[in-house]
């Protein structure tokens, strides 16, 4: 089990899944504060919720800096440390498979599209409006998007929930994966949605081994129903399925799927289905 | 989390292609985004560098020097020099490792 869903989690209530849990976390949601200090008033940005432990020592943007300074030294100082913090908790975000994501959506409000602040930075893709938005926001912050920093501007269109949920519908029909934005948990601050490389949550997965925790299934293929058709092998952005040549159908690596369920329902014949990771022996603590 | 699970891509010991973007002739990067689009491993990244008062306030990409390249992903570039090639300001130097 993820120490997520030990520490907020009730097997009585949502199968145990700490996201779908209010109950136990919505009281320290905008309560974190850096030891020693006060509130953070109205200068605070969206980000201010993050764990406090995350900000001792060096961070990613350091790690950044050294690869962009070609400091490969320091770079492999540095990666293990946050490797080794990023294993204690404190994930800036987690994948949800769009079943989960149609109910966590039921648990927030308001709701906001906005524009993505990720394929902004990496190819200038300037979101603009409704029908441009590829970024989702949640909670009360929501309602001061205008106090935010720069790299988030560009507008929020406040949906309802089933707006919100036909929007994900959608996105996901598009082939992005969703992933819900914790700012160092277990705070529930947007849903983001994901491709690689342009999208900075998993790019620091797959290329550093950091941030984005896995979710709670695993994809499996029933090869009776396989029909080799490869449309799920185009919808992978983890690398973690392909298809294979021998016999002609999907496979998957487990132990690289982040249990984003897109090839599950890219699959015109059902033939991919979820499985609660924690019932996988192998794979109870591959997060 | 076992880490063996995720296996880092990012080779350490290895030396990266050095890249330089000119910020005199490299003005709007946000708006030109030749570079951004082209690269197939995605290195270049477009940023601001803001002071505490300026992080609220919107700023028009168009004005120079609003918005800078960098070459963030360093570790990813793989000397294809396509970036090179689209520049309509020769901004852009790599040198090999």
Not at chain 1, 79 to 85: F, G
Not at chain 1, 230 to 243: D, N, P
Not at chain 2, 37 to 44: D, G, K, R, S, T
Not at chain 2, 72 to 97: G, T
Request: include cysteine; charged fraction near 25%; hydrophobic fraction near 35%.
């Amino acid at each position: 089990m993820c120490w997520l869903c030990e520490e907020y989690g009730d097997p009585e209530y949502g199968n145990g899944l700490w996201y779908l849990n209010p109950y136990n976390y919505a009281r320290n949601m905008y309560k974190l504060r850096l030891p020693g200090e006060g509130y953070a008033g109205a200068e605070a940005g969206p980000e201010t919720g993050a764990r406090p432990e995350r900000r001792e020592g060096p961070t990613q943007a350091d790690l950044t800096r050294a690869i962009e300074e070609g400091n490969g030294e320091e770079a492999a100082r540095i990666l293990p440390i946050l490797q080794e913090r990023s294993k204690k908790g404190g994930q800036p975000s987690q994948v949800v498979p769009l079943e989960d994501a149609d109910r966590v959506l039921e648990l927030c409000s308001p709701i906001g599209l906005i524009a993505c602040i990720c394929r902004k930075g990496a190819r200038a893709i300037d979101e603009r409006n409704e029908m441009e938005y590829t970024c989702m926001g949640m909670g009360v912050g929501m309602l001061k998007w205008e106090r935010w920093p720069e790299r988030y501007k560009g507008g929020v269109k406040f949906v309802n929930v089933d707006e919100a949920k036909e929007w994900n519908h959608l996105m996901d029909k598009r082939g992005f994966v969703h992933i819900l934005m914790l700012f160092g948990a277990p705070y529930i601050g947007g849903f983001c949605q994901c491709d690689y490389p342009d999208c900075g949550a998993i790019r620091s997965a797959v290329d550093f081994g950091l941030g984005t925790m896995k979710s709670h299934w695993v994809a499996q293929v029933d090869y009776d129903k396989c029909n080799g058709c490869g449309i799920c092998a185009s919808r992978c952005q983890f690398g973690a399925l392909k298809f294979e040549v021998t016999s002609q159908k999907a496979n998957i690596d487990q132990f690289k799927c982040y249990g984003c369920g897109l090839c599950q329902t890219g699959c015109p014949r059902g033939a991919i289905t979820l499985f609660d990771r924690t019932n996988i022996p192998a794979l109870t603590e591959v997060w | 989390m076992s880490p063996l699970s995720r296996m880092p891509q990012l080779v350490l010991g290895r030396k990266y292609p050095k890249i330089s973007v000119d910020l005199q002739k490299c003005t709007v990067p946000f708006l030109c985004k030749k570079c951004l689009q082209i690269c197939p491993n995605a290195v270049f990244h477009v940023t601001r560098v803001m002071s505490k008062e300026e992080r609220l306030k919107e700023m028009d990409p168009r004005i120079d020097g609003n918005y800078i390249m960098t070459a963030s992903r360093r570790d990813k570039c793989i000397l294809c020099n396509k970036c090179i090639e689209i520049c309509p300001v020769d901004a852009i130097k790599i040198e090999e490792p």
